[in-house]
C-alpha cells in the first residue's frame, strides 16, 4: 500500500470530532512532540504522510478548524489530541498504520474507551468533564 492509499482510506473514515465528510490532516505539533520527539523529528512531523487523521473543512480550516485556533495544544485541549486521533484511526483501520510508518505503537494509551491528553489516560466520563471544564473557562 502506498501513503496516497491510506490518505483515501482515513478520509472515509469521516471527521474525527464531528463525523461529518473528512479530508485528511498531517499530523504535527501539540501531542504529536510529546510522544514522538522534537519539533524537527520527522517521526512527529507532517514528513511522515502516515500520520494522518480525517477532519472536515470546520474542524481542519474552519472557525473550529486546528489551523485557526492561537496553537495546535489549544485545539487538543478542545478536540482532543491528535495522538488519540490517530489511535482511533489505527483501531478503525485493516492494517497497522503504525507498521506503515515503521513506528512503534504508542505506549501509554489505555484502549479505545480511553481519552488521551499527553501521557495522561482518561476515562470517557472523566474526558467529557475535563472538555466541559475548558469550555466554562473559555
Known amino acids: 500500500m502506498n501513503h496516497k492509499d491510506h490518505w483515501g482510506k482515513v478520509a472515509e473514515l ?42 472536515c473543512h470546520r474542524h481542519h480550516q474552519g472557525a473550529d478548524g486546528l489551523h485557526a485556533f492561537p496553537s495546535i495544544r489549544e485545539w487538543e485541549s478542545v478536540f482532543g489530541s491528535q495522538v488519540h486521533h490517530l489511535l482511533e484511526v489505527n483501531n478503525s483501520l485493516p492494517y497497522s498504520l503504525w507498521d506503515e510508518a515503521e513506528l512503534p505503537d504508542p505506549d501509554g494509551y489505555a484502549g479505545p474507551e480511553s481519552y488521551a491528553f499527553g501521557r495522561k489516560a482518561y476515562s ?13 473557562r473559555g
Open 14 to 55: 469521516k471527521c474525527c470530532v464531528c463525523q461529518g465528510d473528512a479530508n485528511i490532516h498531517h499530523c504535527l505539533g501539540g501531542s504529536m512532540i510529546d510522544w514522538f520527539g522534537g519539533e524537527n523529528s520527522p517521526r512527529g512531523t507532517r514528513n511522515n504522510h502516515w500520520l494522518v487523521i480525517p477532519l
Open 124 to 136: 470517557y466520563e472523566e474526558y467529557l468533564k475535563l472538555i466541559r471544564g475548558m469550555r466554562e
